[in-house]
């Protein structure tokens, strides 16, 4: 078990010594996170590793999808879209990830992931037991509980639509103008429910990409005051559902959550 309350804002940093900490499941820990049943969220920890990281082309596919949702959905209330860009919860594993959309919301989605595929290109997609398994730039996303007729229908809606591929590309090569954050926005999709945590107190959510000197920031404008620190820091969150540095990135590269889990 956690030795960690829930997740939080930092509200204090002084504690008695004779306070019990409050012990906490990982799966409990986990679903906080991913929106997730407890019982789910239970089966797919892994060891100490609440939430995996994922490999290269998966996180890859997983930065050009939440890129694409956060040009649909902007500024959005949760409350009205089924969870956060209308995602009711996500199971990430290293070489996929599961994510449950609302029903309402496939239209909109059709129309996003329409807009991760370079122009003149087509959206790869199958219909497989468990939902719809759609292929982004080498990643696996499986749209979990989504029927193929279901799925056609809101791809159908979108034909005539501005979301169609390669019609909103910010720049010519989409993959390489993220590439510094792609790890930062696949660990924040895998992490996703962590925007609705009621400590936030904010009805609304907006996530955001901008340029500083250049280069992109992944900025929380949440509650009207942007914020480039991730959630899982601004929400204080235990370090078990930090991520950890992924290893298609240089050797040397700092893993922060094993760095501080080393300090005495």
Known sequence: MITDPRPRRIARDVFHDDEEPEYTFPGEVRRWATGEPFRLATEECQDDTLIPTAVESQAMGEALLLDALLSEYALHRPALTGGPFGILLVTPRPHE????????QLPRWAATVLRTV??????????EEHGITLTL???????VATSE???RAAMKRTEHSAGQPGSAPA?????????????LLSATLRRIHLLTDSEVRSPTIELLIAEHRG?????????GAPSAVPLWQSVAVPLELWPSA??????TAVDVRAAIG???
């Open 149 to 151: 007729s279901d799925w």
């Open 215 to 223: 280069e992109p920031y992944l900025y929380d404008a949440t509650g």
């Open 171 to 183: 720049h010519d090569n989409r993959i390489d103008y993220l590439s510094p954050i792609v790890p």
């Open 97 to 104: 990830i599961l994510i449950r959309v609302a029903p309402r």
């Open 118 to 127: 370079p122009a003149g290109a087509a959206l790869r997609w199958t219909a």
């Open 246 to 251: 992924p290893a298609y990135r240089s050797p």
């Open 137 to 143: 730039a080498g990643a696996r996303v499986v749209l």
């Open 262 to 264: 080393r300090l005495p």
